[in-house]
């Protein structure tokens, strides 16, 4: 699949770790960076990946900053981007099969580095239910 990683400050080694396992299973990956602890606005590294899968440059897209939040906020200004804050593996898996999520958001403050690996992996391997969620899904946006 093709995946789209941006960061901020918080998250350079995070996204070392999940791009090796993403590369690892033969995914194509765009990095927008950030890629050095220099301190840098999460908005401006997590616009880029929400326009890819916006436009269906990407199939997933993956944001991580210190809580998650703020560049989460950022990307689900974009039009078709579902972005979701997730902190254990359950909540990833139910991010897709629940709610078609595109995009997770890391909170690198927050998660270790492993269990950030383990909730990109599951997410990306799991397939949203549609039926009563699509339902809701489709009511999302106003
Ligand atoms: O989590 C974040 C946004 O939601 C940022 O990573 C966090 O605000 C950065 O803080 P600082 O500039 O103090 O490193």
Request: contains cysteine; proline residues 4%.
């Amino acid at each position: 699949m093709k995946i789209s990683i941006g960061n901020d400050h918080a998250g350079p080694e995070y996204k070392k770790a999940i791009v090796e396992m993403l590369k690892a299973k033969g995914h194509e990956v765009t990095n927008y960076g950030t890629d050095s602890a220099d301190s840098v606005d999460y908005p401006d590294f997590g616009h880029p990946v929400a326009i890819d899968v916006s436009e269906g440059k990407a199939d997933f897209g993956i944001v991580i900053c210190g809580s998650g939040n703020g560049i989460s906020m950022s990307v689900n200004k974009h039009a078709k981007v579902r972005a979701a804050l997730c902190w254990i593996k359950e909540i990833a898996v139910l991010a897709r099969q629940h709610n078609d999520a595109n995009i997770i958001s890391i909170p690198a403050r927050y998660t270790s580095i492993p269990q950030a690996v383990e909730m990109v992996d599951a997410f990306l391997n799991t397939e949203f239910e549609g039926g009563r969620h699509q339902t809701r899904v489709d009511k999302i946006s106003c």
